[in-house]
């Protein structure tokens, strides 16, 4: 079973919104906190955003506050990313995993790209 599956990435204009899903497998999720990873071209993964275990403690990156909002809902197994106001350096594959980063098998991402 993939714990981790990602998606909802796409193409978009600058100013543009995405919503992104990270469906995980039940033993992976409910107990952990959780974060959104991006790794734009040539670059290393860094973070985007985390979500303690029920929803009630959230952080971002400086370069994404007031734009993106995490969630999540443990019913479903899912974590969800909206992305607002999105950028050109914004692009990249976003991954999910818990955070820190302890499932060995990355998903394979999904893909966000923002035409200027």
């Known amino acids: 079973q993939v714990p981790l599956i990602e998606s909802g990435g796409g193409l978009v204009q600058a100013g543009g919104s995405l919503r992104l899903s990270c469906l995980a497998s039940?033993?992976?999720?409910?107990?952990?906190?959780m974060g959104w990873f991006r790794r734009a071209p040539g670059k290393e993964r860094l973070f985007v955003a985390s979500?303690?275990?029920?929803?009630?403690?959230?952080t971002y990156a400086d370069s994404v506050k007031s734009r993106f909002t995490i969630s999540r809902d443990n019913a479903k197994n899912t974590m969800y990313l909206q992305m607002n106001n999105l950028k050109p350096e914004d692009m990249g594959i976003y991954y999910c995993?818990?955070?820190?980063?302890?499932?060995?098998?990355w998903g394979q991402g999904t893909q966000v790209t923002v035409s200027s």
């Open positions: 979500i303690n275990y029920d929803g009630t403690s959230v």
């Open positions: 995993n818990t955070y820190p980063p302890t499932i060995d098998k």
């Open positions: 039940p033993v992976a999720f409910s107990a952990y906190t």
